[in-house]
T-cell receptor, first 113, second 115 residues
């Protein structure tokens, strides 16, 4: 089983709609969580960190469910510019005390005019 | 502006040749990382360094080498032993110390292809 799993999509969603992505992680020692956005042939860029209490940034809401080991991203009132691949990222400490960041393979979103 | 600079943007390698990808950061970050991304796959960690003069192998280090002689610089050499080097290479950095809630920030990548 992969340490981080995402539905690869693609999600094709009309402009203005609400879309939600889920991501599951297998290691219960995971401590911090992020959503990154990656445009075609570009580098990933941090979209938002995910906090235990859930957090919102404009049209974007992130939730963490530690008991079920998943995180989610909700995009409201989607814009054409939201078209991208969304990467779920999970961070934990290894047995050697190092950070280990694991990336999901990403969920591809296309917003349709 | 603070950031991470990777060069070159595009690189071509001949058979049997070693090539070096540059990564420089002026964010004063302690930790630096190299990832490889293949189409339809997630990022895979090649090497990382949490402090100057120290680095560790990631999940796919075979055929690669790195050095960390300066805090700002973490070059990656793709050796001739790496038989499938065609990929998008991404360098990242993070604060590296303290709690695990510090995200990584990426350079804009180098695309390596075989001639």
């Amino acid at each position: 089983r992969k340490e981080v799993e995402q539905d690869p999509g693609p999600f094709n969603v009309p402009e203005g709609a609400t879309v939600a992505f889920n991501c599951t992680y297998s290691n219960s020692a995971s401590q911090s969580f992020f959503w990154y956005r990656q445009d075609c042939r570009k580098e990933p860029k941090l979209l938002m960190s995910v906090y235990s209490s859930g957090n919102e940034d404009g049209r974007f809401t992130a939730q963490l469910n530690r008991a079920s080991q998943y995180i989610s991203l909700l995009i409201r009132d989607s814009k054409l510019s939201d078209s991208a691949t969304y990467l779920c990222v999970v961070n934990r400490r290894t047995n050697f005390g190092n950070e280990k960041l694991t990336f999901g393979t990403g969920t591809r979103l296309t917003i349709i005019p | 502006d603070g950031g991470i600079t990777q060069s070159p943007k595009y690189l071509f390698r001949k058979e049997g040749q070693n090539v070096t990808l540059s990564c420089e950061q002026n964010l004063n970050h302690d930790a630096m990382y190299w990832y490889r991304q293949d189409p339809g796959q997630g990022l895979r960690l090649i090497y990382y360094s949490q402090i100057v003069n120290d680095f560790q192998k990631g999940d796919i280090a075979e055929g690669y080498s790195v050095s960390r002689e300066k805090k700002e610089s973490f070059p990656l050499t793709v050796t001739s032993a790496q038989k499938n080097p065609t990929a998008f290479y991404l360098c990242a950095s993070s604060v590296g110390q303290g709690p695990l809630n510090q995200p990584q920030h990426f350079g804009d990548g180098t695309r390596l292809s075989i001639l």
